[in-house]
């Protein structure tokens, strides 16, 4: 009897996860208006004018308290007196998350759900303290504990960094050439593609000027054709 050797077909190795990350409270909450809306409350009691160039040029680099500290100097504010003023400001900044005031983005919900119908893991990074970031999150209505999260504090240090993404992309347990970050800024911008993620970048009214070079896809609002978009991204990763 002739014995047959039938060669079996290898197993398909199984997909590698994807993740989608992003920023919080720049994205999801209009953070940056916040903010300017708040420095300017804070600093006009007082009597200390802040123009939108000052803010564009101190407080959207990255490194929130060393800027406004610059920019208070600039003001001749004595060293070391600046220290109260910048403390109120973030005191008040985290305060607003809270409040009727603050309007969660419909595109960032719909980004979550479509993203935990796929399959796909989640993971945020917020400049916020951790109590003010999860009301926030639970605002959202995405307080899911999958969802992972890092807040990012601390002063002097910048926001957002490279090993930021890269520690959410560990918790996930997801390579980062496996993950979109979407961004508000060139400063998310340039940490995430450092990390090695694909990025997509959501601007606002204080960061549409940025160069956003190295971006898959640049938009001014999270809608459907951008979701699409990010969707196709983690199909192509």
């Keep these: ?57 101190y407080c959207l680099d990255g490194r929130l308290e060393q800027g406004l500290a610059d920019f208070l100097r600039v003001r001749g504010k004595k060293r070391g007196s600046e220290t109260k003023v910048v403390e109120k400001v973030l005191e008040e900044w985290e305060t607003a998350f809270g409040t009727s005031d603050c309007k969660p983005d419909s595109g960032v919900r719909a980004l979550i759900t479509r993203a935990r119908d796929a399959g796909i893991r989640l993971g945020t990074l917020s400049r916020l303290g951790v109590p003010t970031m999860e009301k926030l999150l639970r605002t959202l209505g995405c307080d899911d504990p999958a969802i992972r999260r890092l807040s990012c504090t601390g002063k002097h240090k910048p926001f957002p960094t490279a090993e930021g993404w890269l520690s959410l992309c560990k918790a996930l347990r997801v390579r980062p050439l496996r993950s979109v970050a979407v961004v508000t800024s060139r400063v998310a911008l340039l940490s995430a593609l450092n990390a090695g993620t694909r990025c997509v970048v959501v601007y606002d009214e204080f960061t549409a000027h940025h160069d956003f070079s190295g971006a898959d896809f640049v938009a001014d609002r999270l809608d459907n054709s951008l979701l699409e978009n990010i969707f196709a991204l983690l199909g192509s990763a």
């Design 1 to 57: 009897m002739v014995e047959r050797h039938i060669a079996k077909a290898p197993a398909a190795a199984p997909q590698e996860q994807r993740a989608i990350v992003f920023e919080l409270e720049m994205l999801a909450a209009n953070g940056r208006k916040i903010l300017w809306e708040t420095l300017q409350r804070v600093l006009a009691a007082r009597q200390i004018t802040l123009t939108r160039i000052d803010f564009l040029r």
